[in-house]
């Protein structure tokens, strides 16, 4: 009886290990990009949630903190061009734009306008316009928004200013994956 338990257990275990793989791709689509995951970033559902397609987990080497990069994608004409999201990016932020630290960067990569943006400060969590938002002192956004004519991507990775500058790397490899 021990053994057929045990046995069970093992081809449970597998199971779910093939289940949790399956659920964690190592590349993914987002309009017409396929995205390469950095691999010590975690994949995150996002069922429930229309306006996010992709969303990961970045967590810092000892694990007490954590960022998110999420992936937006409204379809042809959707959710303004560049410049508006930039400056709604920002905008979530307590501070003036100007006290930002923050670097907009315009770059084509195979034909395609990429723009990346850069900002530190006091990042307002939560969704923009809503009474309830969540002060993050020192904290740091890391954006690139993908153009297309089938309707822009919009990348943003968020979390303490220390994590955010050392997945920086990580970040922009994993942009630049989707235009290769």
């Known amino acids: 009886m021990r053994m057929i338990l045990r046995s069970m257990l093992v081809l449970l275990c597998t199971l779910a290990g093939r289940v949790l793989a399956a659920e964690t791709p190592a590349t993914f689509k987002v309009g017409e990009f396929n995205f390469t995951r950095p691999k010590a970033w975690e994949w995150v559902d996002v069922a429930g949630s ?34 508006a999201n930039v400056d709604r990016w920002l905008g979530q932020f307590q501070e003036p734009k ?33 009474a309830q938002r969540t002060a993050q002192p020192n904290s740091m956004l890391l954006g690139a928004i993908l153009e297309s004519e089938q ?25 630049r994956s989707a235009l290769q």
């Open 50 to 83: 229309p306006m996010r397609k992709a969303q990961l987990k970045v967590s810092g080497e000892d694990k007490a903190q954590s960022a998110e990069v999420v992936f937006f994608y409204f379809g042809e004409g959707g959710a303004g061009g560049a410049r």
């Open 98 to 130: 100007d006290k930002l630290n923050s670097k907009v960067e315009d770059v084509t990569i195979n034909k395609h306008k990429v723009t990346f943006v850069q900002a530190e400060g006091t990042y307002l969590s939560g969704m923009p316009g809503a």
């Open 151 to 175: 309707g822009n991507v919009f990348i943003k990775l968020t979390g303490p200013a220390k994590l955010v500058k050392a997945s920086q790397q990580p970040f922009n490899q994993m942009v």
